[in-house]
């Protein structure tokens, strides 16, 4: 069974610029999450999906973070424009369940992003 | 509030030593209790989770926790350090009442042979 797929694993990007990140979960998990993870950090939740409905986006700055996940299946978040401090990882989890906070986790590789 | 805490951020463990890794959360109410392990240039990977079944939980790779109710903690210990457990450690805690999930700060572990 293939895992939590991300892409790319690696960017970097100057300030102001845009940057996308592309999850695919596990298939059949109806529970997608966006993590960020700073260096020496444990992972921050910035947004969960149960199937194609964002049920908790309390944390994702919407000022310039966006998120979608179309058709209930792979997710892409967005940074528009990109600021110094978004350099981070970005981490990618799916679950089985929906209601998934107390359901295993599973976690793609990330995605590092680098801002100059 | 929820939150989880892990005391010591670096742990140094000889080889073939007890592991003893340490989390204490603070919640209202009953959580769900979970160990993450990371490998350098990996994802995040459950190593064990607590319930509300047995307090002693058992999980992969020969690591146990134990959720103690009173202290409010849910250590993580593995008898014998093995080289291949060098890793970050993350404690996590979740409330489903409260529909919050956090984790700590991690525990980043060294074996020395």
Same mark, same amino acid.
């Given at each position: 069974e293939a895992?939590?797929?991300?892409?790319p694993r690696?960017?970097i990007?100057e300030?102001?610029? *845009?940057?996308?990140?592309?999850?695919n979960p596990?298939?059949g998990?109806? %529970?997608?999450y966006?993590?960020?993870?700073n260096?020496g950090q444990?992972p921050?939740l910035?947004?969960?999906?149960?199937?194609?409905?964002a049920?908790?986006?309390?944390?994702?700055p919407k000022?310039?973070?966006?998120?979608e996940r179309l058709?209930g299946v792979?997710s892409?978040l967005?940074? @528009?424009?990109?600021e110094?401090?978004? !350099?981070?990882v970005?981490l990618?989890?799916s679950?089985?369940?929906?209601g998934g906070? %107390?359901?295993?986790q599973y976690?793609?590789?990330g995605?590092?992003?680098t801002?100059l | 509030a929820q939150?989880? %805490?892990?005391?010591g951020?670096?742990?140094s463990v000889?080889?073939g $030593?007890?592991?003893l890794?340490?989390?204490n959360y603070s919640?209202?109410? *009953?959580?769900y209790?979970?160990?993450?392990? @990371?490998?350098p240039?990996q994802?995040?990977?459950?190593?064990?989770k607590?319930?509300?079944?047995?307090?002693?939980?058992k999980?992969?790779n020969?690591?146990? $926790?134990?959720?103690?109710k009173s202290?409010?903690?849910?250590h993580?210990t593995?008898p014998s $350090?093995?080289m291949?457990d060098?890793?970050e450690y993350?404690?996590?805690v !979740?409330?489903v009442?409260g529909?919050?999930?956090?984790?700590g700060?991690g525990?980043?572990l060294?074996?020395?042979?």
């Amino acid at each position: 069974e293939a895992g939590v797929v991300q892409s790319p694993r690696y960017k970097i990007i100057e300030k102001k610029q *845009p940057v996308a990140f592309w999850c695919n979960p596990i298939s059949g998990h109806n %529970t997608l999450y966006w993590y960020l993870q700073n260096l020496g950090q444990g992972p921050e939740l910035l947004i969960r999906y149960e199937n194609e409905e964002a049920v908790d986006d309390s944390q994702l700055p919407k000022d310039r973070f966006s998120a979608e996940r179309l058709k209930g299946v792979d997710s892409t978040l967005k940074i @528009q424009p990109a600021e110094l401090g978004d !350099s981070a990882v970005y981490l990618c989890a799916s679950s089985l369940l929906a209601g998934g906070l %107390t359901d295993t986790q599973y976690f793609g590789p990330g995605t590092r992003l680098t801002v100059l | 509030a929820q939150s989880v %805490t892990q005391l010591g951020s670096h742990v140094s463990v000889s080889e073939g $030593a007890l592991v003893l890794l340490r989390c204490n959360y603070s919640s209202s109410v *009953p959580p769900y209790l979970f160990w993450y392990v @990371q490998y350098p240039n990996q994802g995040l990977q459950l190593l064990l989770k607590y319930t509300s079944a047995a307090t002693l939980v058992k999980g992969i790779n020969g690591f146990e $926790a134990e959720f103690k109710k009173s202290e409010t903690s849910f250590h993580l210990t593995k008898p014998s $350090a093995h080289m291949s457990d060098a890793a970050e450690y993350f404690c996590a805690v !979740s409330v489903v009442a409260g529909n919050q999930f956090y984790f700590g700060t991690g525990t980043s572990l060294t074996v020395i042979p």
